[in-house]
């Protein structure tokens, strides 16, 4: 990085402007770390929502009533659609959607460690629904205040819909909490196996977390990945309590003199392996994808060739 005193001063302003809490714009000066980190994070934000459509997109066959699939149905068009906001995003800073798609079909870029299990039941479309979406939505509230424009406006509006997916799940998971004993255990089945993802989620500890003094510093989060999970934590176990549900952390406790629900240590070994690629569902997300990527290939060329009919007249 040059450190000459033009960059310097160009840098003082940058960091003065975020201090003020404007909004940094895609023509705008920006340094090269700022405009690196933020491509790597919202392209991996994209490829999570592109393939998180997948785990619960599996049970859009098999919902038990027409209104649970036609919720279902508009919650993974909402995924998607999520996606493309932030691929644009990531396009204002010089990303190509190419590059990403490529980086994600390929195996080199990282998405959500959550997407990666299996959803075996019914009751993990409404766990997803109030645990992920709810962990999700801690993490996406924050970067709507991110300093940089294009990606702090696309929040907000992936924000308003997320709370719906939240409010969904949270709905059916209380439902099926209160209902009959095989419903209820269906749901703690479910409540067991993604407890720890959710928690997962929110990414390592701030002291193992390489890029968090930087994304701090420059207001790409304005908290961190342990602010977040404890905050998480807080609100879901007295949430689960209250409706007979538990948590599976044996090691949990209330701890009086700093008002926190306090967990169990994450089994991290776990985490980085189904970063790197090999958790219970990862070959089969990306093979999902790809599938979809070449199955659309047809499209994206007709499209293509229209564009150039129109660019040469031919079309109108």
């Known amino acids: 990085m040059d450190h000459d005193p033009e960059y310097e001063e160009k840098?003082?302003?940058?960091?003065?402007?975020?201090?003020?809490?404007?909004?940094?714009?895609?023509?705008?000066?920006?340094?090269?770390?700022?405009?690196?980190?933020?491509?790597?994070?919202?392209?991996?934000?994209?490829?999570?929502?592109?393939?998180?459509?997948?785990?619960?997109?599996?049970?859009?066959?098999?919902?038990?009533?027409?209104?649970?699939?036609?919720?279902?149905?508009?919650?993974?068009?909402?995924?998607?659609?999520?996606?493309?906001?932030?691929?644009?995003?990531?396009?204002?800073?010089?990303?190509?959607?190419?590059?990403?798609?490529?980086?994600?079909?390929?195996?080199?870029?990282?998405?959500?460690?959550?997407?990666?299990?299996?959803?075996?039941?019914?009751?993990?479309?409404?766990?997803i629904g109030w645990l992920v979406d709810g962990a999700a939505i801690k993490n996406q509230t924050m970067l709507a205040r991110c300093s940089y424009g294009p990606y702090s406006r696309a929040m907000v509006r992936i924000c308003a819909e997320e709370s719906f997916h939240h409010k969904q799940g949270k709905e059916m998971v209380i439902q099926y909490a209160l209902g009959t004993p095989k419903q209820k255990a269906m749901v703690q089945d479910a409540i067991n196996r993604w407890w720890w993802p959710a928690l997962?989620?929110?990414?390592?500890?701030?002291?193992?977390?390489?890029?968090?003094?930087?994304?701090?510093?420059?207001?790409?989060?304005?908290?961190?990945?342990?602010?977040?999970?404890?905050?998480?934590?807080?609100?879901?176990?007295?949430?689960?309590?209250?409706?007979?549900?538990?948590?599976?952390?044996?090691?949990?406790?209330?701890?009086?003199?700093?008002?926190?629900?306090?967990?169990?240590e994450i089994d991290w070994d776990e985490f980085w392996r189904v970063i790197r690629g090999n958790g219970p569902c990862n070959k089969e997300r990306l093979a999902a994808r790809r599938k979809a990527h070449e199955d659309g290939l047809w499209v994206r060329e007709a499209l293509e060739a229209y564009a150039r009919k129109r660019v040469a007249g031919v079309v109108s």
């Open 11 to 127: 840098l003082k302003e940058f960091e003065a402007r975020i201090a003020r809490g404007e909004k940094i714009e895609p023509g705008d000066w920006m340094p090269e770390e700022y405009r690196r980190q933020l491509i790597r994070m919202i392209s991996q934000h994209a490829h999570s929502e592109v393939v998180g459509m997948l785990p619960e997109g599996a049970w859009i066959t098999r919902a038990p009533n027409l209104r649970r699939k036609l919720i279902l149905i508009a919650k993974v068009q909402d995924e998607g659609g999520h996606g493309q906001y932030l691929y644009h995003a990531a396009e204002t800073l010089g990303a190509t959607r190419e590059e990403m798609i490529e980086a994600l079909l390929t195996g080199r870029a990282k998405y959500s460690n959550v997407f990666n299990y299996p959803t075996l039941t019914w009751a993990d479309v409404g766990v």
């Open 200 to 264: 997962m989620m929110f990414g390592p500890h701030d002291t193992d977390s390489p890029n968090t003094p930087v994304l701090v510093r420059w207001g790409i989060k304005t908290r961190t990945n342990d602010e977040l999970r404890q905050e998480f934590v807080n609100e879901m176990v007295p949430e689960l309590h209250a409706v007979g549900l538990s948590v599976p952390d044996p090691d949990l406790y209330y701890d009086e003199t700093t008002g926190n629900w306090v967990h169990g």
